[in-house]
């Protein structure tokens, strides 16, 4: 009786294992060839490139790389002080007049310029690339 109830929980485990392999599998293959019909780029990055379009009659030479940049500079250099605002929450005419306030006042609290103006352009541009419905 034992060697039957063994058995058949082994079975079970078998079957189980592969119908989670053969899931995984056919995932990976579809999110390979999506990678592949967009030129190597990935669904988010796909994403965030028709954003990045969306804006580029506002910033000449405007990239994908630079709003990524943009995207990391806000969430590691806005984080030092305050939780991150969800960059959808403000219009463009808001993050324009937001960005370079929290800026000064961050450069003056730790008495450097630890924010250049680059920066500040980066994270601007990708808040308002964000901010555009």
């Known amino acids: 009786m034992n060697k039957i109830i063994i058995a058949s929980f082994l079975l079970f485990a078998a079957c189980k294992t592969t119908k989670t392999t053969t899931s995984s599998s056919s995932t990976k293959t579809t999110e390979t060839k999506t990678e592949e019909a967009n030129d190597g780029l990935s669904?988010?990055?796909?994403?965030?490139q028709s954003k990045v379009e969306k804006v580029k009659s506002k910033f000449e030479n405007?990239?994908?790389a630079e709003f990524k940049e943009g995207k990391t500079l806000y969430e590691t250099k806005c984080n030092t002080c305050h939780s991150l605002k969800n960059p959808t929450s403000y219009s463009e005419?808001?993050?324009?007049a937001?960005?370079?306030k929290m800026v000064s006042m961050s450069n003056k609290k730790y008495s450097?310029?630890?924010i250049n103006a680059s920066d500040e352009e980066k994270m601007?541009?990708?808040l308002i690339t964000m901010s555009i419905k």
């Open 93 to 96: 005419e808001k993050w324009t």
């Open 62 to 64: 405007y990239s994908l």
């Open 43 to 48: 669904s988010k990055d796909v994403e965030m």
């Open 124 to 126: 601007k541009r990708y």
């Open 98 to 100: 937001i960005v370079p």
């Open 112 to 114: 450097t310029s630890i």
